[in-house]
């Protein structure tokens, strides 16, 4: 049997009885994806074929990808799920007001 646990607060999510949330997040640099919607024209099956050689641009530059991009996928009860769609960013919930010094 597999058992899954939420990553927010730790807390076992049993399937069989409770819901289980995947939450996917895909983060890039805004230039990566600003190139990615003009490459129309790119060879995707031989740039594919690069990377898995080693001979791709960004693996011959050094370039390391980490600081550029991250993916993950992380598993939420229905709490914390409900308390991310509150919150997704995890931002201060107190609103500045913005008055006067008077």
């Known amino acids: 049997m597999i058992h899954y646990t939420c990553d927010r607060c730790k807390r076992q999510i049993n399937t069989d009885s409770q819901t289980r949330f ?26 594919l074929h690069q990377i898995l050689e080693g001979t791709h641009e960004s693996v011959l530059a050094g370039n390391d990808e980490s600081e550029t991009s991250h993916s993950g996928r992380y598993d939420l009860c229905s709490e914390c799920y409900r308390q991310f769609l509150k919150n997704p960013l995890g931002r201060d919930t107190v609103l500045a007001l913005g008055f006067s010094n008077n």
């Not at 890039?28 to 740039?47: I, K, M, Y």
Request: negative net charge; glycine residues 0%.
């Open 22 to 47: 995947i939450v996917q997040i895909d983060i890039q640099t805004a230039s990566e994806h600003a190139e990615a919607e003009f490459e129309d024209d790119v060879d995707h099956l031989n740039e």
